[in-house]
């Protein structure tokens, strides 16, 4: 297992963008997948990126793709998550996610070790 702590989010206006980090323990990251998923109050949790282990694999969510870009550095043990064009339906509860499976959406990110989470509001 490893631990995760996000940093990055805020309050920003639309139009705007950020760049969410998650920080992870261990030396195993570049064996991990990773994914940003976001909560919104009242809503069900959604995936939005995840970036393979495997060099090249990435995956988004029809809401961010051209907008949002995930991206990792195996020698920081960091990945991030950079937002363009932030959008008020971009408010969010912002969470990071790691393990050893596959980056795609239908893998088990359920069992995955999860971070305590990031706010970003944006305001419209």
């Known amino acids: 297992h490893v631990q995760l702590v996000e940093s990055g989010g805020g309050l920003v206006q639309a139009g705007s963008s950020l760049k969410l980090s998650c920080k992870a323990s261990?030396?195993?990251?570049?064996?991990?997948?990773l994914a940003w998923f976001r909560q919104a109050p009242g809503k069900e949790r959604e995936f939005v990126a995840s970036i393979s282990w495997s060099p090249g694999v990435f995956y988004y969510a029809d809401s961010v793709k051209g907008r949002f870009t995930v991206s990792r550095d195996n020698n920081e043990n960091l990945v991030y998550l950079q937002m363009n064009r932030l959008k008020p339906e971009d408010t969010a509860v912002y969470y990071c996610?790691?393990?050893?499976?596959?980056?795609?959406?239908?893998?088990?990110?359920?069992?995955?070790?999860w971070g305590q989470g990031t706010q970003v509001t944006v305001s419209s």
């Open positions: 996610a790691a393990h050893g499976g596959s980056a795609s959406l239908g893998a088990a990110w359920d069992s995955a070790d």
């Open positions: 261990g030396n195993t990251f570049r064996l991990l997948s």
